[in-house]
């Protein structure tokens, strides 16, 4: 070193430049260069050389410093004036950036903090005022913020000076760039200078431990002695002369010979050194996977023993044996081969081995336990086992693996006797040990991360056919419904998987994570993120595993079906839940959940439920009871149930077809529940199951046409048939008609379902022509060929169909039975016709038409009839028994149709002269006198009171003046006569009217048929018995029977006989007690005698009393009269009087009577005056 150089501005200077104080100038970079071009230029001049000192720096002209200074500059290597690259400056402006804004933010944090600070007031006597009389408050707090300020801006100004500089440096970027880089190189060769010095320190002090060579006794003794020596000792500084190549090779083939003899002599050589190659003058002896040894020997006598030359290891990775070590090794080696021989050296080589395998062992465990592995592996090593636990964090028993080395009393060479020892890998799986792990040591290659996998996979292969095994014996595995597939491996277990297919598109795979020994499931979501938490908590049980796995399956299926009804027209009942005896009551198995749905137009008395079990999914159909009490729960019951397939694709489709499907089948329940509470015998067939196409059955029942409505229980109008009317005569088949009821789709728009109703209609084809579709409803049709009848009805599904299809069908059948009617019977014209309407021309001839109007209302099986023209038509006396006839009605409504217009052309003759005297000696005239037939005044009055259809009551009346002695003195106007005109048929059955006197005969009827008995004698006598009436009417002594389409002739006769009468005044009154008296006698004799059974026997024997000549034609009359027995079953009762006929009694006249009037007219008449009372008024 030459000596302590002088500084400036802290840099040292060149050796040999001192700069004088007066060339000084102001500029510190100035002085620095100069220096540094003087140093350049003192070390690399041009030839001249100058000691320390000899030459000032103040002596150098002014003028050369700047040249000098560029020269050394320039003349410097490119390498060191680049050593620093330029990517490493930063850019002025934005250092300037980062200044200016720390400036900014170190101030804006200065004024809050000195904002914070509180300055007390200082008292006026204390304080100085400044020259701004201000005063100047000098307290410590104020002094300390004024402390700060100004010790930031000062902080603040240096910062800026250096940027400053650095600005004025920027202007010579390339010049400072090199400065700097030249500065670098020469910290850099200090730094070598020192590492220099270091190392010749560092030398001395190793150098004083050298060892100095023993000295040469021998060769000292000889001096001594002799005075001289032979051969000066080298003291090993003076090299050997190396052998010769042909030395060298010589003594090589000497060694092999006597390696070969040795070896092939020697009879103590173990198997397992057998294998062996002599090369070299040596023998390398091979132990596979173990190690090589090269051994030799010294001499050539026999005795001579075998010496270690070297040793390998023959496996990997190889471990390192440093020279100590192998001296070490060698050293044993030659002791157990002078001890044992080679068995012992062997034995020796073959522990080493076994003892640095373990150890590799041990070493790559602890690499595992601080890398991939940490955390999940624990090691520990016991003497000379090597014990590894792996996934200590799940929760079941421990799972280990031991690794050591057996004695060898298990297992022996196979070549020797003698026991060897051996690494014995031994497994423990959750606390119990493995019988016979099928882990492949690879001795050539260790790897402790391969034996890990090994008995991992092995121990994974075994949880997943646990819980392969399980899941085989479950319903939906067992069947092949749904797939399960294992893949097996016993040395990855990256490639031990377990899938399980959930549903036809969904599939998850369960492995085991090798490392931490947690089950994965894949692909991963929310739901199999909760299901593997939960699988790794359970402490290794597979039936919790496979339960939670199959659940987890339901949960899938849960989330299908929640996502085919989104967006449809299904509603989640999410807030409604069962209880569990409801669940077990109605779905049985054990239910891992179960969701309900709702279609809108169900209401709340049906709804949907799914249930997903463990052995599949099913759907419900439920129906909701009323409860039995007021506080009770609603009940439910199943009406359909399903199961639903795996490959069933739950989509929006399927939903909509399931909605579709149940919609119609409650329907069709609902129906048939409605049916079968009316006691109505229904068919169903049993539903179809469910699928992509299905088709649902249809409801059949009849329909009898003679009870036409069908009300729930609690309508008021609903017309009850007893049980014996259903069994009474009308029992043809053609008032049954089969309505086969189906459901016809459901009409999203309105949330009502369309209920289709088709029945048989027997019209003829001639009278379907006239019913065109325009009078038909909207949602009616038929057709005229086959007379097929289609219903449509639109309704909720929570109220049945079916009424209003047999109301339709009704009004239906009003129509067709009408126009069937007009069509068959004769004198029947249809002039108007609609839907709801006839106009039906019944009489054409001259003078008068007459027609009718019939108007049939829904709901109402009574027409309403306004008969046409409405103040001449005769039957409009008719037109409240016509009602009540429909209203009573027992008989189909085609029955009644006819009935009905038969009648009408029946009773016109009838209506039309009953009318006419009505209309002369009505009881509303206002004149009292009315000219007879013969010109005179009368002063009788006729009342016409039909009783039914075809029974009529006719009342005379005559003024007070003309009462005869029999009536009481106090009735006006009094009772003349009272007659009763009935429908009556012929053998051959032709339609007559029988007329009669009231029956008087029953004890509680008090009025008697006519006013005295001279005027009952001379109506029988000029009618009733006369025979000589020119075959216009049939004489019964106490009756006569007239054509129904001739009755004017018999009731022209009595009329004028009644009129004549009162012209001409009471009979005597003599004869007339006298009549009276033979009348009361008689009527006395005939209920003593109890012989006479009819009418006509009484009235005979009477006149048999009283000398009557008329007897005898009457019992000359050809064939006897047949009498209708109207009200044959009606029991008699003193306090009840009962109508003749009775109200649903027949108006088809044409029809063959009942067969109990078609006996003996004598026989029956006694019943007849027994049960049959008219009342007249």
């Not at 004695?407 to 690494?423: E, I, M, N």
């Not at 297919?501 to 993120?529: A, D, F, H």
């Not at 038969?902 to 206002?926: A, C, E, N």
């Not at 067969?1155 to 008449?1165: C, H, L, M, Q, R």
Request: glycine letters at 6%.
């Amino acid at each position: 070193m030459n000596g302590d150089r002088p500084t400036a501005n802290g840099e040292p200077l060149s050796n040999g430049i001192q700069q004088d104080a007066a060339t000084t100038t102001p500029s510190a970079g100035q002085i620095k260069q100069e220096g540094e071009a003087a140093g350049l230029s003192a070390s690399g001049g041009e030839g001249s050389s100058h000691a320390n000192g000899d030459i000032n720096a103040s002596q150098l002209p002014e003028g050369d410093i700047g040249p000098n200074v560029a020269n050394g500059v320039e003349q410097a290597p490119s390498e060191i004036l680049h050593l620093i690259p330029k990517d490493n400056y930063l850019p002025i402006a934005a250092l300037i950036t980062r200044a200016s804004q720390s400036c900014w933010n170190g101030l804006s944090d200065l004024v809050e903090e000195l904002a914070s600070i509180q300055v007390p007031e200082q008292s006026a006597e204390h304080t100085k005022l400044l020259p701004n009389n201000l005063p100047n408050n000098q307290t410590r707090a104020n002094l300390d913020k004024k402390e700060r300020l100004l010790q930031f801006a000062n902080y603040q100004k240096a910062d800026f000076v250096k940027l400053l500089v650095l600005l004025q440096w920027s202007k010579s970027v390339d010049d400072v760039s090199k400065t700097i880089s030249i500065n670098f190189w020469l910290m850099k060769r200090r730094q070598a200078y020192w590492d220099a010095i270091a190392s010749l320190a560092t030398l001395k002090q190793e150098s004083a431990g050298f060892q100095i060579p023993n000295p040469d006794l021998k060769g000292g003794a000889e001096v001594l002695a002799t005075g001289r020596m032979r051969k000066f000792s080298t003291l090993d500084y003076i090299p050997q002369k190396d052998l010769s190549d042909k030395q060298i090779l010589q003594l090589l083939r000497t060694l092999n010979r006597s390696l070969s003899v040795k070896l092939t002599l020697a009879d103590d050589l173990p198997p397992q050194l057998r294998r062996y190659r002599i090369h070299d003058g040596r023998v390398t002896f091979i132990v596979p996977h173990e190690f090589e040894v090269d051994l030799s020997i010294l001499d050539d006598s026999p005795d001579a023993q075998f010496r270690m030359v070297d040793f390998r290891f023959c496996f990997s990775p190889l471990p390192h044996i440093p020279d100590n070590l192998r001296s070490e090794i060698e050293l044993c080696a030659n002791t157990n081969i002078d001890r044992d021989g080679l068995q012992g050296c062997y034995l020796f080589l073959h522990e080493l081995a076994l003892s640095y395998k373990l150890a590799e062992f041990h070493r790559q465990a602890l690499e595992l336990a601080r890398g991939q592995w940490v955390g999940n592996i624990r090691v520990e090593m016991i003497r000379r086992n090597l014990i590894i636990q792996y996934w200590p964090e799940r929760q079941i028993g421990k799972s280990w693996i031991e690794i050591g080395i057996a004695s060898g009393t298990a297992k022996k060479d196979g070549r020797s006797q003698d026991l060897v020892p051996f690494l014995e890998i031994k497994c423990m799986r959750q606390g119990k040990r493995v019988d016979s792990p099928q882990v492949h040591l690879d001795e050539s290659r260790l790897s402790l991360e391969e034996i890990l996998h090994q008995v991992i996979a092995q121990h994974s292969t075994q949880i997943l056919d646990s819980i392969y095994d399980k899941l085989a014996l479950t319903p939906l595995f067992a069947k092949a419904e749904l797939s399960l597939d294992q893949n097996i491996s016993h040395q990855n277990p990256e490639e031990c998987s377990l899938t399980m297919q959930l549903s036809r598109p969904s599939r998850i795979q369960i492995k085991i994570e090798p490392v931490t020994g947690l089950l994965l499931i894949s692909p991963v979501s929310e739901r199999s993120e909760r299901l593997q938490y939960e699988i790794n908590r359970i402490h290794g049980v597979a039936e919790e595993i496979v339960s939670k796995l199959l659940n987890f399956r339901c949960s899938i299926r849960e989330a299908s079906v929640f996502a085919g009804t989104t967006g449809t027209s299904w509603e989640a009942l999410r807030a409604f839940k069962f209880n569990q005896a409801e669940i077990k009551a109605l779905f049985g198995d054990p239910v891992v959940r179960i969701n309900l749905f709702r279609q809108a137009p169900w209401g709340l008395g049906y709804s949907l439920a799914v249930t997903h079990s463990q052995h599949g999914d099913h759907w419900w159909l439920l129906q909701q009871l009323r409860p039995s009490g007021p506080h009770l729960q609603p009940r439910f019951q199943v009406i359909r149930s399903q199961r639903i397939e795996i490959s069933e694709e739950l989509s929006a489709a399927y939903f909509e077809r399931l909605a579709e499907y149940a919609t119609g089948l409650i329907c069709l329940r609902r129906n048939a529940d409605y049916l079968e509470e009316r006691k109505e015998k229904v068919s169903l067939a049993p539903f179809p199951a469910f699928g992509r196409k299905y088709e649902l059955p249809e409801l059949s029942f009849d329909l009898d046409l003679s009870r036409p409505a069908l009300r729930s229980p609690s309508g008021s109008t609903t017309q009850t048939v007893p049980a014996k009317m259903s069994k009474t005569s009308w029992t043809s088949p053609d008032i049954l008609k089969s309505v086969k009821f189906r459901f016809g789709g459901l009409d999203r728009a309105t949330n009502s379902i369309t209920a289709i109703g088709q029945l048989q209609n027997r019209a003829s084809s001639a009278a379907l022509k006239h019913i065109d579709a325009s009078i038909l409803e909207p949602d009616v049709t038929m057709s005229s060929e086959d007379g097929s009848v289609t219903i449509r009805v639109k309704t909720s599904i929570t109220e049945p169909a079916i009424p209003e299809i047999v109301a339709k069908a009704m009004d239906l059948e009003k129509i067709v039975s009408t126009v069937e009617q007009i069509h068959h019977l004769p004198g029947l014209q249809l002039k108007n016709l609609s839907n709801s309407a006839f106009t039906i021309t019944y009489h054409t001839e001259p003078p008068k038409e007459y027609s009718l109007g019939m108007t049939f209302t829904r709901g109402s099986e009574v027409p309403r009839l306004e008969f046409l023209p409405l103040c001449d038509n005769p039957h409009t006396l008719l037109s409240a028994q016509y009602s009540k006839h429909f209203e009573a009605g027992r008989a189909p409504f085609a029955t009644q149709v006819r009935d009905f217009l038969t009648s009408l052309k029946v009773t016109l003759p009838l209506l039309t002269f009953l009318r006419d005297i009505q209309g002369s000696h009505g009881l509303d005239i206002k004149d009292s006198q009315v000219p007879s037939s013969d010109g005179q005044r009368s002063a009788m009055r006729v009342h016409i009171l039909p009783r039914t259809t075809t029974a009529f009551a006719i009342q005379y009346f005559t003024a007070a003046a003309d009462v005869p002695r029999d009536v009481g003195p106090g009735s006006h106007p009094h009772l003349l006569a009272r007659l009763e005109i009935l429908p009556h048929l012929t053998v051959s059955e032709k339609p007559m009217w029988l007329v009669r006197a009231a029956l008087e005969d029953f004890q509680s009827y008090s009025k008697p048929s006519y006013s005295s008995p001279a005027l009952r004698n001379k109506l029988r006598e000029e009618v009733f018995a006369r025979a000589d009436n020119g075959g216009k009417w049939l004489a019964l002594d106490t009756a006569a029977v007239c054509p129904a389409d001739q009755p004017e002739t018999m009731l022209r006769a009595i009329h004028d006989l009644l009129s004549k009468w009162v012209t001409e005044g009471t009979a005597s009154t003599s004869k007339g007690d006298k009549q009276i008296k033979g009348t009361t006698t008689s009527k006395q004799a005939g209920r003593q005698d109890n012989n006479a059974s009819n009418l006509n026997q009484q009235r005979s024997s009477n006149g048999n009393d009283n000398g009557n000549s008329n007897v005898k034609p009457v019992a000359k009359a050809p064939g006897p009269a047949k009498m209708q027995a109207h009200g044959a079953n009606a029991s008699p009762n003193g306090g009840i009087k009962t109508q003749w006929p009775p109200p649903n009694a027949s108006m088809n006249m044409g029809g063959r009577m009942a067969a109990a009037g078609k006996g003996n007219a004598n026989a029956n008449a006694n019943a007849r005056r027994n049960n049959e009372v008219i009342t007249l008024d």
